[in-house]
């Protein structure tokens, strides 16, 4: 039937959905079903068919002819039942149709490419187009079973690892990035177990400046940072403006970009008047904050301080990161969000005595490189200031310490013992 010729009535259904792709659909593969008409040429069915059809340029289209009311109650319910009544592949059936599609799909690219001269539709002659060709037909093979090229990827190895559990959480929840990240996680933790050697690691200190002074081939899956804010309760101190920190603090996060590990964590403290720029300069860097970790300091050693505000009795820590913590199996308190540990104080001894004036507490430290890290990998601290986090590392994590200040530098090769 002449298309022009089909009368449209009041439609049910408002919204027309992907029309492009079902047009595509039908140019590949043909119409399947025809859409429904009565007698006096009024459309009873199909609509979003009859509307990809003129898409594709189509004068004439076949149609079903409903005779009776009998026909035409029952062409609704097919129709109704074609929407209502189907169950979307599972992830591993998509990849399963898809690996059948992929040698049809590819066979199909390189005769594409025989057509134009062995290019790309569109490239000049003699131009390589074997890569355009096979991204081409990765992508037409995602799309065909319904999935994106990255999350068709995703699910392929995840079917090609043959781990049964991370298939069948696919499977269950539809979702594939939960289960392709555990993979990672387990991919990444063997070979962890292959190439790193497990013992004791001593601390390296490197004098100098972590913008410089850290080559950028070394790869690190903990950072534990506190960098220099130097403001007192009221002034500024040694930066003449809040852009002129946040332009150097926005130097240190690209500079640490470079040496995070494949796998990593990434600790940041921030003083609360700091916390909400901060936030925003780790978004736009695209450094994925996953958790906001206050640090609760019960003694108030500056409380006299205050007379316009409200005492600060806490500061923001910023993690970053896309590896799994290193929690351990008991649940306790060290899981929070919230961590309570006092200040260190000059009375202090051992590894908790006060060598810097914005020294953080050592369990506090211990516990963000213990959960930051897995035995064998390595931990760095860019501004070590007095060198606690060195001195909490566990001796099965490789730690590095940076410290520009030589007074610092020094104190730390005095309670490290470091020559």
């Known amino acids: 039937m002449k298309i022009a010729d089909i009368i449209i009535g009041e439609r049910q259904r408002k919204a027309l959905g992907d029309i492009p792709g079902l047009a595509a659909s039908i140019a590949s593969v043909g119409l399947l079903q025809p859409?429904?008409?009565?007698?006096?040429?009024?459309?009873?069915?199909?609509?979003?068919?009859?509307?990809?059809?003129?898409?594709?340029?189509?004068?004439?289209?076949?149609?079903?002819?409903?005779?009776?009311?009998?026909?035409?109650?029952?062409?609704?319910?097919?129709?109704?039942?074609?929407?209502?009544?189907?169950?979307?592949?599972?992830?591993?059936?998509?990849?399963?149709?898809?690996?059948?599609?992929?040698?049809?799909?590819?066979?199909?690219?390189?005769?594409?490419?025989?057509?134009?001269?062995?290019?790309?539709?569109?490239?000049?002659?003699n131009t390589s187009s074997n890569l355009d060709e096979v991204l081409r037909a990765d992508q037409r093979v995602a799309e065909a079973v319904g999935m994106r090229k990255d999350t068709y990827r995703k699910a392929k190895e995840i079917v090609e690892s043959g781990d049964d559990a991370l298939i069948a959480q696919m499977d269950k929840s539809g979702k594939v990035s939960g289960a392709y990240n555990k993979l990672k996680e387990q991919q990444y933790r063997e070979r962890l177990r292959d190439v790193q050697?497990?013992?004791?690691?001593?601390?390296?200190?490197?004098?100098?400046?972590?913008?410089?002074?850290?080559?950028?081939?070394?790869?690190?899956?903990?950072?534990?940072?506190?960098?220099?804010?130097?403001?007192?309760?009221?002034?500024?101190?040694?930066?003449q403006s809040l852009q002129e920190f946040m332009d150097k603090a926005e130097a240190w996060l690209l500079r640490i970009k470079i040496l995070l590990a494949e796998r990593y964590h990434l600790f940041w403290f921030c003083a609360p008047r700091f916390s909400a720029d901060m936030e925003m300069l780790f978004r736009r860097?695209?450094?994925?904050?996953?958790?906001?970790?206050?640090?609760?300091?019960?003694?108030?050693?500056?409380?006299?301080?205050?007379?316009?505000?409200?005492?600060?009795?806490?500061?923001?820590?910023?993690?970053?990161?896309?590896?799994?913590?290193?929690?351990?199996?008991?649940?306790?308190?060290?899981?929070?969000?919230?961590?309570?540990?006092?200040?260190?104080?000059?009375?202090?001894?051992?590894?908790?005595?006060?060598?810097?004036?914005?020294?953080?507490?050592?369990?506090?430290?211990?516990?963000?490189?213990?959960?930051?890290?897995?035995?064998?990998?390595?931990?760095?601290?860019?501004?070590?200031?007095?060198?606690?986090?060195?001195a909490v590392c566990p001796e099965d994590r490789e730690c590095w310490l940076v410290e520009r200040d030589h007074e610092y530098a020094g104190v730390i090769r005095t309670r490290l013992g470091i020559a």
Not at 197 to 222: A, H, N, R, W, Y
Request: proline share 9%.
């Open 285 to 390: 860097l695209e450094l994925p904050v996953i958790s906001r970790i206050v640090w609760s300091r019960p003694s108030m050693p500056h409380g006299s301080h205050a007379s316009n505000k409200f005492v600060d009795t806490w500061e923001m820590i910023l993690h970053s990161g896309n590896h799994t913590l290193n929690f351990p199996s008991d649940w306790t308190d060290a899981w929070f969000d919230v961590q309570r540990h006092a200040t260190p104080l000059t009375t202090y001894t051992g590894t908790e005595r006060r060598a810097h004036p914005t020294q953080k507490p050592g369990e506090l430290i211990r516990r963000l490189v213990a959960f930051g890290s897995f035995p064998g990998e390595r931990v760095i601290d860019p501004f070590a200031g007095s060198g606690i986090t060195g």
């Open 35 to 125: 859409p429904v008409v009565r007698p006096d040429n009024t459309l009873v069915a199909g609509f979003r068919r009859l509307t990809a059809c003129k898409r594709l340029g189509w004068d004439a289209i076949p149609v079903y002819v409903a005779q009776t009311l009998e026909d035409e109650l029952r062409m609704l319910q097919a129709e109704r039942d074609e929407n209502t009544c189907r169950k979307d592949y599972v992830p591993s059936e998509a990849v399963a149709i898809g690996e059948k599609l992929e040698p049809m799909e590819r066979k199909a690219a390189k005769e594409r490419q025989r057509e134009h001269g062995n290019t790309a539709p569109g490239r000049p002659a």
């Open 197 to 239: 050697p497990l013992g004791v690691f001593p601390v390296k200190l490197i004098e100098g400046d972590m913008l410089t002074d850290i080559p950028e081939s070394e790869q690190f899956s903990c950072v534990v940072a506190d960098p220099p804010y130097n403001v007192t309760a009221y002034d500024w101190d040694q930066w």
